[in-house]
């Protein structure tokens, strides 16, 4: 068991993917879900994203809808979360 004051990346994470998934969490809000991929650029383009974040977005598939930024990471093969609770 981890000790719940001292900072810890959950398993299936590293503190990298962690910091690209909260860049696109940031550039994409909460009021875009569901969307395809155009929909995802679009809306980070509106937020002035950084490059990194408007470039992997454009990596997305083209052909599907995501409903959370989970959904995204995971198809950006960043780490992500097993267990939250």
Do not use: Y
């Not at 940031?26 to 679009?42: Q, S, T």
């Not at 383009?45 to 809808?65: C, F, K, T």
């Not at 959904?71 to 960043?78: H, K, P, Q, R, T």
Request: aromatic letters at 4%.
């Amino acid at each position: 068991m981890t000790d719940p004051h001292q900072p810890a990346t959950a398993p299936g994470t590293d503190p990298a993917d962690v910091e690209r998934r909260s860049a696109i969490a940031e550039a994409l809000g909460k009021e875009v879900w569901p969307a395809d991929r155009d929909a995802l650029v679009g809306k980070a383009q509106e937020s002035n994203a950084p490059d990194g974040v408007l470039s992997a977005l454009q990596r997305l598939p083209a052909d599907r809808r995501f409903t959370n930024v989970q959904e995204v990471a995971e198809a950006l093969g960043l780490g992500t979360e097993q267990q939250r609770f």
